[in-house]
């Protein structure tokens, strides 16, 4: 005879099943994704200071292409290019490298695959603020000059697919240049974030 289960060995059942994920969470295999590709673009307000002569523009056209590498679970390493443009596609040029460290306070950078050998859960938290650092350089067309100085970050990274994450980042960089000239760009980035698996154990 065929036997059935009854509600509470099926509740217990369950119970077991989670205890087994969540054991896998801590114990047993956890990857990482290990790197994000972004692609930014949105307005930005450069001001230059040359002796006693200052100007700036404000306007969108503000390109960004960087690629995120996790050190640890809640921080990154980025490296990438940005570039400039007066006339949101064109006119006078900006552009050059940016470094930085991102750091999540509240959530992994990304999301986080936890396996055992009969179940496998993916974790990806739906908001993920975080803070920056970074150095940049830039190249201003016009004048020939070159900028070199420090920015903060401050920004947060939204879920929307498996391969694909809405990013927010609001951007203050200091720049010094030639004969005690100075610059400062803000900028608000909005685009894409794209996680991609190196591997995982």
Request: net charge positive; aromatic share 14%; no cysteine.
């Amino acid at each position: 005879m065929k036997k059935t289960l009854q509600p509470k060995s099926l509740k217990l059942k369950s119970y077991l099943f989670l205890m087994r994920i969540f054991l896998a969470i801590f114990f047993i295999s956890t990857s990482v994704y290990a790197g994000k590709f972004d692609l930014l673009t949105g307005p930005f307000s450069l001001k230059a200071k040359v002796n006693d002569q200052e100007g700036g523009v404000s306007t969108v056209g503000a390109y960004n292409i960087t690629y995120m590498l996790d050190l640890l679970p809640s921080l990154q390493l980025g490296a990438g290019y940005t570039v400039l443009m007066s006339n949101t596609f064109g006119g006078d040029l900006a552009f050059g490298i940016d470094a930085g460290l991102y750091y999540f306070p509240l959530t992994p950078s990304g999301q986080v695959d936890a396996k055992s050998i009969n179940a496998l859960l993916n974790i990806k938290p739906l908001w993920r603020p975080f803070v920056g650092g970074s150095f940049h350089q830039r190249q201003a067309q016009s004048t020939e000059s070159s900028y070199a100085g420090f920015g903060v970050s401050l920004g947060v990274e939204r879920a929307l697919d498996y391969f694909f994450d809405l990013k927010l980042n609001l951007r203050h960089v200091l720049l010094s240049g030639p004969n005690g000239s100075t610059a400062t760009e803000t900028t608000f980035f909005i685009g894409a974030s794209m996680p991609f698996q190196l591997g995982g154990k």
